[in-house]
């Protein structure tokens, strides 16, 4: 793990996880998850979004994502925390209610202030506000977006600041892997609040890439780079290469490279701080539910033995 604070794989509740009907594999799975010392850092994958977490108006619940924060403080893994303003997966009532500004305002500062305050202190990090551009790096037209303009963003970021001063406060997206307008579009974001005075800490890369359309290491380093040089952290906060299914000798060959590729620009670029995989266990993987016909995009098998990927990160660190 050589320049890098961390590798880490995000994990979920078992209640959340994409996949029932494996409750048999748990043993296992736990004991690479917490005990096995592959993984530094974890991210719950679903328990701490607005969801979970203030599924009614003023009504907090901590349970799912407590599952995850509470194993990663006993395992000594540090915990990156997921995600507190985001269009998707938002509970019902933030898009049924008809707004004005001030009262989404005091929405979103009271959503924080719940979910920032029950973890103070213990989040390396907080994905702050997550996927707010759209690829061309305009803003995405989210509830928050229309009522309030980019003003949501320097709200969110103001108040997580003052609720928890310790956490790094990220931007996180997808697609900002590879240079372009997605990726000048969060440099926007950073200069803005920077503008702003107020305080942003990191880009997340969520690196949801695809094995046989893969970037290269060049174009990786170019992407962190960028970022890098405005003085913010960088991490890769959501790795999977997903690949077209069934997996093949070449395709993996293919996913492997695209691993080493970009595990190895975070290593080589001073300011990329660490590597989140989501999940580690193809089984448990989002992948197969969203992109159909494509999966295998960890690098545990389902009888857990590793993909060829597995020695391309190993190669990279
Ligand atoms: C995914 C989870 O992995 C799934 O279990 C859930 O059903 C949908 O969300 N970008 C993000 C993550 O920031 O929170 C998403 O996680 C994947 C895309």
Redesign the pocket.
């Known amino acids: 793990q050589a320049g890098l604070k961390y590798f880490g794989a995000?994990t979920?509740s078992p209640g959340?996880r994409?996949r029932a009907g494996y409750e048999a594999a748990y043993s296992q799975y736990d004991a690479i998850m917490w005990k096995s010392g592959e993984f530094g850092q974890t991210t719950p994958?679903?328990g701490q979004?607005w969801l979970f977490s203030e599924p009614q108006q003023g009504v907090f619940n901590y349970t799912e994502g407590e599952i995850i924060a509470s194993k990663a403080q006993k395992a000594g893994l540090y915990l990156r925390c997921?995600?507190l303003v985001?269009h998707?997966?938002l509970a019902p009532w933030v898009e049924s209610t008809t707004w004005t500004p001030a009262t989404l305002r005091a929405a979103i500062i009271a959503h924080i202030e719940g979910v920032a305050k029950h973890w103070k202190g213990r989040c390396y990090a907080w994905?702050v506000v997550?996927?707010a551009l759209n690829e061309d790096g305009t803003y995405r037209d989210s509830v928050f977006y229309k009522v309030l303009g980019e003003e949501y963003i320097k709200l969110a970021f103001k108040t997580a600041a003052r609720v928890d001063p310790h956490a790094k406060l990220y931007y996180?997206d997808?697609n900002l892997e590879s240079p372009g307008a997605k990726a000048d579009g969060a440099k926007g974001i950073v200069k803005m609040l920077r503008k702003a005075g107020i305080k942003v800490d990191g880009v997340g890369l969520?690196a949801?890439l695809i094995a046989e359309s893969h970037p290269t290491l060049d174009e990786h380093i170019a992407a962190i780079k960028g970022f890098a040089s405005l003085g913010v952290e960088v991490a890769l906060t959501?790795l999977d290469i997903r690949l077209q299914t069934p997996a093949t000798a070449a395709n993996l060959a293919l996913q492997k490279t695209a691993y080493k590729n970009v595990v190895g620009a975070c290593v080589q670029v001073k300011g990329c701080v660490g590597v989140t995989i989501?999940?580690f266990y193809d089984p448990f993987s989002?992948v197969p539910?969203?992109f159909s016909g494509q999966g295998a995009a960890l690098l545990w098998n389902e009888d857990f033995s590793t993909h060829p990927a597995y020695v391309g990160v190993v190669e990279a660190l």
């Open positions: 995000a979920d959340q994409e994958t679903n979004k997921h995600a985001w998707s997966q994905d997550n996927e996180n997808y969520q949801h959501e989501w999940d989002w539910y969203v």
